[in-house]
């Protein structure tokens, strides 16, 4: 290894990145892009459904309940509707996505001891957001119920109704989220974001630098000189590595300060991490580059190889374990589960590599046996 | 060159038994080579002929399936054998400034591949300043290479190559798309720094008429060696004579010499022979019998070219294989050419701007009906640009054109349909049949089927595709599809057509059959031609000529008159030949001589007192312990045309004002 030439390569790579703008904005631009957008359009709460009410009955109960609905965060109300028509306009139109009907003689009947029906309709387009919208409607008219009862209990029996609460709800459930506190979907998204843009980012910009050469014929001056295998791998991997460190930083800050995602952890575990991992994709796309011989192939494949198994067995989107047998054991086979365990753990969790040295260890094999296996396929007298 | 000293050294590249598969196609298929120290070796032959395949392995960047190949006594067989040798030798792989790095200035290519050979700091800046001064690259430095012209490239290509100062420079295709001056200037920079450093030089070339630069060449055709040796040896393969005539009526003419002669070209109004006998007057008694009565008018007899010898060379290998020889049917005797003198093509004023860049600057000319017109230029002179705007597929900033009768800016839907256009890219679909390409253009051209099965039949003929009807396109050799290309262009009778470069890449044989085709189009049917080439042998074939230049018509006129004028401009042609070209030529220069230049092995000087300037060069190049082997005038070549012509117009634009 000689670090002369090493650096001849490295900041020839360099130059060009930051001359040629299309390489430029691929390096620095798309990164931020690809958070802002994620981090924005991936939030998997369902908060804000809007919805609508159609009360026949027009009694100070109903209007009570209906405000049980109207003051919740998880239901955004759009107004009240006259007619049954309405409401299917507005749905058809998805302005709104739940409808709550409340039916005639609603005070009346309630105060009969009678049982009464609410008619609750939800756009089931989405089934999980029908679902948790179904939840959340269960939820609110369980408590207007409970609130009837307490009144009723503490009514009859001449009782206060703290005390009779108590007797109406003998048993509650007191759940503490941890780590994640307010259990936004957010805080737990953002972190895995910085995994995915790396993921992808990083191994596009070094497949396309190598293949770029072998398009245009440069590559022979690598071919033809003493440069050795090594030299030219780690001369070409050197200035993408570091401005995925580069980036790095900027998608941590963009999480801490766009996100407000609270970083527990040690900077220096996620930034020792952060590095192994960004040897390990950047060494992807150099293997994808070894392989292809046109930009077109290298774009697609990098894109395929890098995306597709990252979004399905990363825990970006679904945890790993709660995948099937074959696919957690698939997870295993690419690094970017052990990255995700090591910004998750960093930013929400606070742990180091006293807990996660298992994951640590796993990145550092995938990065030197990315680097050996290029080290293999690279060769500097090809058959064609 | 002394071959004493040559002989005794052991050889720096051994090549036997040479063979190269890509899948199951064999592209080189046993080769032997001897390259000795100090030697400048060419390879020459038409595209595919396997030459980048053979260098390639010769530099130790591609493995080979047989033989062997030896490299400064080491034999590469191995990527490990290989990496012994590359520190001596340096590559240039094809391609014109490829290999470079685009968004790099000059001195940072430079350097990087100094740095890459672990060239010390202060050599590296010695020598690239030395470089940078014999190339004249010094004043763009600073300069992005993306912004050099070919030349430059060319030029800085050969700096990195040279720039560790390999003991063996292997250039493939240097020169190919470069416009003369810079051709000649590339030439002189290698010779010179070659004869400097006893650097050993294998560089392949598509032009033949390069061919005399090198000491010992091979020329290579489908894979194998044709022939090898010096150039004279070469030459004396296939003895003969070329005799060069006018005869009218020039069609019948060559339908006669056909029945006897194997190669047989006209040359705008000119026919051009060759005759295996060597004996003058016997000669040209034969052509005359031949000619049976037609007038035989303003002979001219040369010694044979090297393209002659190869092409007949070709011609005896062509021989032992099967080919379907229906291209050489014999004209129609009955060559009623329609004789129109109607304006074809005009161009008046021609501008195009990319940007701040001038692609074409105020170009005018005329092309009549039944005339063949040539562009000629390097690339990037403006020529494909100027077609793009004639048939209308790109606007033009400013100026007029009128094609068919049609205006250029208004009626591009109509001068469509008017015209036959066959693009550099090509045009044909790989994956179909010679008749079903056929049968798409005339769908494309809305024949009906009677109309396409009477041009299937033309085209077949003329182009000489009998046997090929049922082949894939893919697999035709390039000469063929090229031939098959300009059928298709001609579907739907058109009475212009633009070729934008058709014979790049193609053998000897291929080009000349194909400018036979143009030829009878242009007598026989009367078709206008507008053609563009950077092959100056080629543009003999040409009725007229526009030379092209950064943008600009330099000189328009039959090639005949160019020649004349350049004399009448600039007085006659002196061809000095000298036993050191290289060092004589630096000698003159500095003597006061800028103009002089090498041509081949020869130096060409324009002089307008030509006993004055002999004398003259004897004194400072006897003075110097240079031979002069002999001093001759001689007509000057397109190419001596196109170097002054382009020379002046530098001079002009560095003098600020034109003359």
Known sequence: MNLRRIKAVALKEWKETTRDRLFLLLAFLLPALWMLVFGYGLVLDVEDIPFAVLDQDHTAMSREYSYRFIQSRYFSYRGHVDDPRALDRLLTKTTIRAALIIPERFEEQLAAGEPVSVQTLLDGTFPLHADIAKGYVIAINQAFTQDLLVDYVSRTRGLAREQGRRIVQPLTVEVRYLYNEEVRSTWSMVPALVMFTLMVASPLLTALSVVREKETGSIYNIYS???SRGEFLAGKILPYAAISLVNVWVLWLMAVLVFHVPFKGSLLFFFV???????????????????????????????????????LFSGLLVPVSSLGRGAQLQAHFFPAMYYTNIVRGSFLKGVDARVLWLDMAALAVFAIGMGLIAYRLFTKRPNA | MDEAVITQESPIIRVSGFIKRYKRQVVVNGVDLTIRK???????????AGKSSLMKAIAGVLSYEGGMVEVFGTLIDSERAAERVKQRLGFLPQGLGLNLYPDLSVEENIDFFARLRLVPEQELTERKARLLGITRLEKFRDRPMRNLSGGMKQKLGLICTLIHEPELAILDEPTTGVDPVSRRDFWAILTEWQQAKGMTVLVSTAYMDEAVRFHRLSFLSRGRVLASGSPEEIQSLSPGL??????????????????????VETLGPSLHVFTPETDPSTALGEIRNTLSGLPVERVQIDEPELEDVVVSLLLQEQQNRIDGQAGSADPRSNASAPQSNGIAVEARELVRDFGAFRAVDRVSFVVKQGEIFGLLGANGAGKTTVIKMLTGILPPTGGDGWVAGEDMRRAAGAIKERIGYMSQAFSLYLDLTVIENIRLFAGIYGLDQRQTRWRMEWIIGMAGLTGYEADRTGRLPMGVRQRLALGCALVHEPRVLFLDEPTSGVDPIGRRRFWEMLARLAREDGVAILVTTHYMSEAEHCDRLGLMHAGRLVA?????????????????????????????????SASGMAQATL????????SLDPGRDEARIRTVLTGCGIRVEAVRTRQPSLEDVFVSRVRALEEEAQNGAPA
């Open chain 1, 225 to 227: 000189s003493t440069l």
């Open chain 1, 273 to 311: 991490g952060s590095m192994l991992f960004v040897f390990c994709s950047a060494g992807i796309g150099l293997l994808v580059s070894l392989l292809v011989s046109t930009q077109m192939a290298a774009l697609i494949i990098t894109m395929v190889v890098a995306m597709l198994p990252t979004i």
């Open chain 2, 38 to 48: 100090g030697e400048i070796y060419g390879l020459i032959g038409p595209d595919g």
């Open chain 2, 242 to 263: 070329v005799i060069t005539f006018e005869s009218t009526p020039q069609l019948d003419a060559v339908g006669r010499l056909k029945t006897r002669y194997a190669q």
């Open chain 2, 556 to 588: 328009d006129g039959s090639p005949a008159d160019l020649k004349r004028r350049l004399e009448q401009d600039m007085g006659p042609l002196l061809e000095i030949a000298t036993d050191q070209p290289g060092r004589a030529l630096a000698k003159l």
């Open chain 2, 599 to 606: 041509s081949e092995t020869k130096i060409h000087v324009l």
